[in-house]
């Protein structure tokens, strides 16, 4: 049997709705692969995820993971996720750095590609620190 035909169901009945504070729902996405041609190798894969049920905030959140389960190129130990990137992702979001296509905008420095900026916040730690103050002070002001 293909794995995408099997149902999704969640056994418990209606105790679910009065046990559990919070209910995720976990799906497969791309795989994450480096190299090219016969030297092309699997080191991780997208996890998507959707909040299904959440007594203390919103529900029926969505979004999207990289996790690494081997040895990689960009440096992410294994069994961990892509910090920078959700950085990254989450600062896009609140309008500190700005998106136009595939460049990327902050402190007035264009960076071509996600990846471009991801290497430049590796190679300079107070800028990586900089964008998460920036990030959590506009979060915790408007959330």
Not at 39 to 47: A, F, L, P
């Amino acid at each position: 049997m293909c794995e995408n035909t099997i149902p999704e169901y969640t056994p418990g009945g209606r105790a679910k709705g009065f046990a559990a504070s919070v209910d995720l729902r976990l799906r497969r996405g791309d795989w994450i692969s480096e190299g090219t041609g016969e030297n092309k190798e699997i080191v991780g894969q997208v996890v998507k995820f959707k909040v299904e049920k959440n007594k203390t905030f919103k529900r029926m959140q969505t979004g999207e993971f990289d996790f690494y389960f081997a040895k990689n190129n960009a440096g992410i130990p294994e069994y961990y996720n892509d910090t920078y990137k959700e950085i990254i992702v989450s600062a896009v979001e609140w309008g500190v750095v700005e998106r136009t296509g595939s460049w990327f905008v902050y402190n007035n420095q264009k960076y071509q590609g996600m990846n471009n900026l991801v290497e430049a916040l590796k190679d300079d730690e107070s800028l990586i620190e900089k964008l998460k103050e920036e990030v959590l002070f506009l979060a915790t002001r408007k959330g």
